[in-house]
């Protein structure tokens, strides 16, 4: 039965190559938009911004605010 199975599970490897692949890509983005360096490089690209003038007080807190949330999001799935 092994045998049979390998047989007729080739023509779906490729799938599962993919699968895999999408989910590596998935969670090395994760990784990235999650990892403090990231959200430490959008606030001081956001303050950057905010001293060039290119961004109102209003604007700059929402732009923050969505970084930490993202933080804060990471941090509720890890508890899970």
Known sequence: MGVLSV???LPLAPVRVVIKVGELIQQ???EELYHPA???RDLEQI???RRRGELSGDEEA???Q???D???E???EKER
């Open 7 to 9: 047989l007729l599970g």
């Open 28 to 30: 090395q983005v994760e």
């Open 38 to 40: 990231s959200a430490r």
């Open 47 to 49: 303050e950057d911004e």
């Open 62 to 64: 929402r732009l923050q």
């Open 66 to 68: 969505q970084v930490l």
């Open 70 to 72: 993202r933080m804060t």
């Open 74 to 76: 990471e941090a509720d």
